[in-house]
């Protein structure tokens, strides 16, 4: 199957994509410090029919980092417009709506476009979602760590090898591109940025989430130590009033943990997602 590749030019730098297959348009958001191959392990089976656009936020995998890259979840969430107009324009779906496929910090993002833009979006699958943190004393002082390039880049590699609990192949690689960070200053920077925006009363969607009326899948691992499902799981299957939810016996990243699994509760809840809008 041929993948398509290109940039998009947004107003915080280009932002990589990737596009495979054809028909209705999922775009898949991963989360911090992974990439686009995050989603390696079930591309190919949602692209049998989907157009299936993959992007690297402005400083991760093959989009360039800048100091303009230096930003946080709520500005991401900002790009995650712009890039929708441009996918728009490559689509021969036309101005029909996509489903929003997103991880962790990427999942806040669908979320952010299904409050400010739902005329846009068909249907969000969610994995782990960032938003519904309540903030304690121990979580401040551990987002503050993260939150310092010398601390987070360091370890980010450690980071994900405890929270990828099944050692897939794809689980492996993700953990490699995580221990990466710490090699480059900038991409090191962009990590920790992402982190401190944790604390900005932007990033918490808890008071907003009812607001979202499109149809919701909430995917989760079980066994996540980094966005437990006993607290913010549970608390965001009870905040949004569309979800249906899914859980896994995997750590942080159960689309490359147990990819057939998590594919397996997906596929279905897609095939009535565009009957929705």
């Known amino acids: ?64 980092c800048t100091a303009g890259a230096m930003v946080g979840a709520p500005e991401l969430a900002a790009v995650l417009d712009e890039v929708l107009d441009h996918i728009a324009e490559i689509s021969d779906q036309g101005g029909r709506k996509v489903v929003l496929v997103g991880h962790s910090v990427g999942g806040y993002a669908a979320l952010c476009q299904a409050l400010t833009r739902p005329q846009r979006v068909a249907a ?7 938003g519904f943190t309540r903030l304690t004393g121990p979580t401040r002082m551990v987002v503050r760590g993260m939150g310092s390039p010398s601390v987070g880049g360091r370890l980010a590699g450690p980071l994900a090898a405890a929270y990828t609990v099944r050692r897939t192949a794809a689980g492996r690689a993700a953990s490699r591109r995580a221990r990466s960070v710490r090699t480059s200053p900038c991409r ?4 920790s940025a992402v982190w401190r925006s944790f604390l900005d009363p932007a990033h918490d969607l808890r008071g907003r989430a009812g607001a979202i009326t499109v149809p919701v899948l909430l995917t989760w691992g079980r066994l996540d130590p980094v966005v437990p499902w006993y607290s913010d799981g549970r608390r965001a299957a009870g905040l949004l009033p569309h979800a249906a ?28 997602a565009y009957g929705n809008g």
């Open 124 to 130: 969000m699958v969610l994995v782990a979602p960032g």
């Open 188 to 191: 090191s920077a962009v990590h």
């Open 245 to 272: 939810v899914a859980r896994f016996w995997s750590g942080h990243l159960p689309h490359a943990e147990v990819p057939e699994r998590w594919l397996a509760a997906v596929v279905p809840f897609l095939e009535g």
């Open 1 to 64: 199957m041929t993948e398509r590749t290109g940039l998009f030019p947004t107003s915080l730098g280009e932002v990589a994509y990737a596009a495979t297959g054809s028909g209705p348009v999922l775009v898949l958001l991963h989360g911090n410090p992974g990439d686009a191959r995050d989603w390696d392990a079930v591309v190919g089976p949602l692209a049998q029919r989907h157009t299936v656009v993959r992007v690297d936020w402005p400083g991760y995998g093959r989009s360039p």
